[in-house]
Nanobody, 116 residues
C-alpha cells in the first residue's frame, strides 16, 4: 500500500519557483507532524521543513524566507512552495512524518533540478 506520493518537481532556472505536493494516507497524516526532506546526489538525506498538527512550522536555515510549508488536513496533503530556487536546492524531495521518532515507508520522491 502506497502511503506517500510526492509530485510537482521539475526543471527550473535559478530564481524560479516550484510547488511540491505530497498525498499521504490518512493513517499517516492525521496525528503526526509532517516534513519535507531532500537528498542531493552523493549526500545524505536532510530535513528541509516541517509543520506540526497544530500548525507550528520550522525550516532549515538555508531555505528560510524562500520556502513555505503548509498542510491541508482535509485532503491529507502536504505542500512545499519553493521560491528563489538555487543550484543547491537540486535534490530529490520526499515527505514523511516529522517529530514522532519514526518514519513511514519512503515514497519515490520528486526530482527538483535547478539549472541554467
Amino acid at each position: 500500500q502506497v502511503q506517500l506520493v510526492e509530485s510537482g518537481g521539475g526543471l527550473v532556472q535559478p530564481g524560479g519557483s516550484l510547488r511540491l505536493s505530497c498525498a499521504a494516507s490518512g493513517s499517516i497524516f492525521r496525528g503526526n507532524g509532517m516534513g519535507w526532506y531532500r537528498q542531493a546526489p552523493g549526500k545524505q538525506r536532510e530535513w528541509v521543513a516541517a509543520v506540526t498538527i497544530a500548525g507550528r512550522i520550522n525550516y532549515r536555515d538555508s531555505v528560510k524566507g524562500r520556502f513555505t510549508i503548509s498542510r491541508d488536513n482535509a485532503k491529507n496533503t502536504l505542500y512545499l512552495q519553493m521560491n528563489s530556487l538555487t543550484l543547491e536546492d537540486t535534490a530529490v524531495y520526499y515527505c514523511n512524518i516529522w517529530g514522532s521518532g519514526w518514519f513511514a515507508g519512503w515514497g519515490q520522491g520528486t526530482q527538483v533540478t535547478v539549472s541554467s
